[in-house]
T-cell receptor, first 115, second 114 residues
Framework: EPEVTQTPSHQVTQMGQEVILRCVPI?????FYWYRQILGQKVEFLVS????????KSEIFDDRFSVERPDGSNFTLKIRSTKLEDSAMYFC?????????????FGEGSRLTVL | AQSVTQPDIHITVSEGASLELRCNYS??????LFWYVQSPGQGLQLLLK??????LVQGIKGFEAEFKRSQSSFNLRKPSVHWSDAAEYFC????????????FGQGTRLTINP
């Protein structure tokens, strides 16, 4: 069964550093997403991406965050100048459709710890 | 704005007992409704979804959920739980239009007593 894969599973970084979280969505999917879950809190939407551009982003997704689909298979989330409050589990998701019955398939997550 | 409430943060049931996890939503139209499960160290796995039609939906692992428009609820049920059902369960609302942006509830952590 096709699945969304994410790397790394855990990343530890110093505050102020840049991190890149990588995702390989399901191959025929067209819509890509990042969500995050701070420990003990709700899973929150960060950004959606379609046709090589951001289609929607939340207020969490400030100008330190960026997403890219560099090579047609990977989907990356970059966080510059990391802050302590960026520590969270980051989930990548993909769907074939962006609306209607477009079911989201989630990866297993990348845990980011900012020290 | 849409929101999802899961009133129970933590539920403990005995193995073999029945289970009901509550979910209430706030949304201006009929939403798309989902239940996801997250086992320790794992990602989010879709249990079931409701888009339209029959208000009682069947999912994987023996779970079902019933959409009740009058109560704005989408409660998850299982007639007999297994120890492997111990996990965190999330209810989510999806927007009908636009990108598939989900709004999640707080989650309910399920503990199973042997």
């Amino acid at each position: 069964e096709p699945e969304v894969t994410q790397t790394p599973s855990h990343q530890v970084t110093q505050m102020g550093q840049e991190v890149i979280l990588r995702c390989v969505p399901i191959s025929n999917h067209l819509y890509f997403y990042w969500y995050r879950q701070i420990l003990g809190q709700k899973v929150e939407f960060l950004v959606s991406f379609y046709n090589n551009e951001i289609s929607e982003k939340s207020e969490i997704f400030d100008d330190r965050f960026s997403v890219e689909r560099p090579d047609g298979s990977n989907f990356t989330l970059k966080i510059r100048s990391t802050k302590l409050e960026d520590s969270a589990m980051y989930f990548c998701a993909s769907s074939y459709r962006g609306q209607g019955t477009g079911e989201l398939f989630f990866g297993e997550g990348s845990r980011l710890t900012v020290l | 704005a849409q929101s999802v409430t899961q009133p129970d943060i933590h539920i403990t049931v005995s193995e073999g007992a029945s289970l009901e996890l509550r979910c209430n939503y706030s949304y201006g139209a009929t939403p798309y409704l989902f239940w996801y499960v997250q086992s320790p160290g794992q990602g989010l796995q879709l249990l079931l979804k409701y888009f339209s039609g029959d208000t009682l939906v069947q999912g994987i692992k023996g779970f079902e959920a019933e959409f009740k428009r009058s109560q704005s609820s989408f409660n998850l049920r299982k007639p007999s739980v297994h120890w492997s059902d111990a996990a965190e369960y999330f209810c989510a609302v999806g927007l009908i239009q636009g990108a598939q942006k989900l709004v999640f509830g707080q989650g309910t952590r399920l503990t199973i007593n042997p």
